[in-house]
């Protein structure tokens, strides 16, 4: 809701809808639509099972949702740019190997392993941001490769094996510390700074504004005097360390390092940007979209399986649900033409 | 003229939430075979966690658990991974069942070390979790594993290939599942130490992984074959991978002269043992593995006795080309014993 504070400018996607009345603004929010959702999935569940509306239950969605929210806060930047990260999800795998490794068998102090790991996941990121911007090449085709590039070295490294027996620290953030009657995961309180700190970066910060710039037209933010490709390689890296984090974030949740993981969190991250309302042309959405769009998700699969409906309706519900939200970003950007 | 458009796609957006409820509704109101229906005294919840929603050895051990679940008079709530190794995905149904107050879980696990964490979690809770056909590691995460012997199951067709080799000099391919698999490496040592051979013997000339997958099966075999044409015999970790290897095999007319075993016993592949396509199959039984699991938490709802320790589920060599001193059952015992 920051965006509502800043003025107009002509290079944010809003910029024409700073409306009179706050009633007004608020309904013209793009997360309004999400967000009316959200409320509406959650008062469906509290009436349908008893379990769903305690505190414990909602802290126990957010822990659920935290990693694949992470790795979509950097997803959300790199669709803003009008890209796509297909990569995400065997990145954070092979970040998550790689500190798992290094603190557990390698002799590697615990926070050095952590930083190692958020520095090979921005390198990936780096990568990425470079090939797409330097070469150029199409960010789908990129991180296609890159993909396949982390997936497999995540299984090489990890010898297939599971890593086991973490020191401590590296499952800090996985612990709970009690709020009244309900724990807290601490890993839970990091995701919701990520988004602010990112919600906040995008609206508030002549580097927000340069990455909604880009997404809406490269070409007119170079001759604006946008460095773009600088921009472009960064938000890519600042992706990559995000994934990092996502990484610390898994194995906290999950108390190993498994080289399994992450398969399917690409999509599933695009699939909460998508559900927050962000648009996959560039240009247009928000952070804190995403985090609805996360929590949309987790709503659904947490208030399901309470109502002990079986796990492959979740997959056809949260398929309907982005087609019916690609379809109304469609709708409403004909309309707006 | 926007702020209109935006006023619209929120209300868009709002609507389409309903909608879904709407068919949530629908999905629990038809309650076909999602087992979510409470039956009579239903207080007892019991949770059923598969590796996935799609394989046919997860839907017979579904099948098996609602069944006992009727009969045991409890609520029976089913979840599963996304795919075969979606640790996170299992990890977050352990979460939601134990919210959602469950007495006892039934789970095979995905990854059999990390889901472990999250099983002491629901243990501590007061939570009475049994591990299905696959065991944890180690298997004491769990109160109890109701399982096939997985050695035994691929000795079974190891001593069987040797019986029906009949002294020839054995060119064998094994078509294995993934590296560090324990079911799948069970069985393939099962199969080696059935046929009488250590790991590493010059008779084994071809080992690929398929991941119990047909086309996969069916490409490894294909390779094998470039590799040692003269393979004579194939140990396939399951009968899709079978079914693969004879696709491959019979592109190169090589179908009747050599002898793919395998484990699993599903229909498809009992059937394909009696069509003659594999020669024998080493079968086990997921809903009974199911049934004894969802009878285990009644009886902790009911007296409080946690089930412990490892319940041998019982497997039975499938084929109709007996062998002098291997003891098997004909297709007809296995078609009418087999899941999926």
């Not at chain 1, 085709?141 to 990890?158: D, Q």
């Not at chain 1, 709020?179 to 601490?186: A, F, M, Q």
């Not at chain 1, 037209?217 to 996502?246: D, F, H, K, Q």
Request: net charge positive; aromatic share 6%.
């Amino acid at each position: 809701m920051t965006a509502t504070t800043t003025p107009p400018d002509t290079s944010k996607p809003y910029a024409g809808l700073t409306a009179p009345s706050t009633a007004r603004r608020l309904l013209t929010q793009p997360t309004t639509g999400p967000l009316v959702a959200l409320l509406l999935a959650c008062v469906f569940f509290s009436l349908s099972t008893e379990q769903f509306l305690t505190g414990g239950n909602f802290s126990l969605i957010v822990q659920q949702v935290m990693v694949v929210g992470t790795l979509a806060i950097g997803q959300t930047l790199i669709i803003l740019t009008a890209g796509i990260d297909l990569s995400c999800g065997a990145v954070m795998a092979f970040g998550s190997i790689v500190i798992a490794k290094m603190a557990a068998e390698g002799s590697l102090p615990p926070l050095a392993a952590i930083a190692l790991g958020l520095v090979v996941c921005g390198g990936f990121g780096l990568l990425n941001g470079a090939l797409v911007q330097k070469i150029p090449l199409p960010p789908f085709i990129v991180t296609l490769g890159m993909l396949n590039v982390a997936f497999a070295l995540t299984h090489i490294y990890s010898e297939e094996q599971t890593v086991t027996n973490l020191p401590g620290p590296l499952t800090a953030l996985g612990q709970t510390f009690p709020l009244g009657k309900t724990d807290i995961t601490y890993g839970s309180l990091v995701t919701i700074a990520l988004f602010l700190l990112l919600a906040y970066a995008l609206s508030n910060t002549s580097w927000g504004r340069h990455v909604y710039a880009l997404g809406n037209s490269p070409e007119a933010a170079r001759l604006n005097g946008i460095r773009t490709s600088r921009l472009t390689i960064g938000v890519y890296t600042v992706a990559g360390v995000l994934y990092g984090i996502a990484a610390l974030l898994l194995i906290s949740r999950t108390g190993v390092g498994d080289p399994q993981a992450g398969q399917t969190d690409n999509l599933d991250s695009i699939t909460a940007v998508v559900l927050g309302g962000t648009s996959l042309f560039g240009g247009r959405g928000s952070v804190l979209g995403t985090f609805i769009g996360v929590l949309i998700v987790g709503v659904f699969r947490n208030g399901l399986q309470l109502m002990g409906v079986a796990s492959i309706y979740q997959t056809l519900i949260t398929g309907v649900l982005v087609i019916l939200a690609v379809t109304v970003d469609q709708i409403s950007r004909r309309k707006a033409r | 003229m926007s702020r209109t458009t935006r006023l619209s796609s929120s209300l868009l957006r709002a609507a389409a939430v309903a909608g879904v409820a709407a068919l949530t509704l629908t999905a629990c109101g038809s309650g076909s075979g999602s087992g979510s229906s409470s039956t009579g005294s239903g207080d007892v919840k019991v949770g059923l966690i598969t590796k996935t929603d799609t394989n046919p050895f997860f839907v017979k051990m579904k099948e098996g658990a609602e069944k006992a679940a009727k009969a045991e008079g409890v609520k029976l709530m089913t979840a599963a991974g996304k795919f075969d190794g979606d640790n996170a995905g299992q990890v977050t149904a352990i979460e939601n069942m134990v919210a959602s107050g469950v007495k006892g879980i039934l789970i095979t696990p995905s990854d059999s070390k990390a889901i472990v964490p999250a099983i002491e979690k629901a243990k501590a809770k007061g939570v009475l979790v049994i591990a299905l056909d696959t065991p944890t590691e180690p298997q004491s995460a769990v109160d109890a594993l109701f399982a096939t012997d997985n050695v035994k199951a691929g000795e079974l067709i190891g001593e069987y290939a040797k019986a029906a080799m009949k002294g020839k000099a054995a060119k064998i391919a094994t078509l294995d599942l993934a590296p560090g698999v324990s079911v799948g490496v069970q069985r393939h040592n099962g199969f080696l130490k059935g046929f009488g051979v250590k790991e590493g013997d010059s008779s084994v000339v071809c080992s690929q992984d398929t991941g119990g997958d047909q086309a996969k099966g069916q490409t490894a075999m294909e390779n094998c074959l470039q590799k040692e044409p003269g393979i004579n015999v194939v140990y396939t970790i399951n009968e899709p991978a079978a079914l693969g290897a004879y696709t491959a095999l019979k592109a190169k007319g090589r179908e009747k002269d050599v002898l793919i075993v395998s484990v699993d016993g599903g229909c498809t592949g009992t059937q394909a043992v009696k069509d003659g396509k594999i020669a024998a199959t080493s079968q086990q039984y997921p809903l009974k593995m199911a049934a004894e699991g969802v009878k285990a938490v009644a009886t902790y709802a009911k007296d409080g006795k946690k089930a412990s320790g490892y319940t041998d589920t019982g497997v039975t060599l499938i084929t109709d080309k007996a062998q002098d001193g291997v003891t098997s059952k004909d297709t007809a015992y296995g078609l009418e014993n087999c899941w999926g």
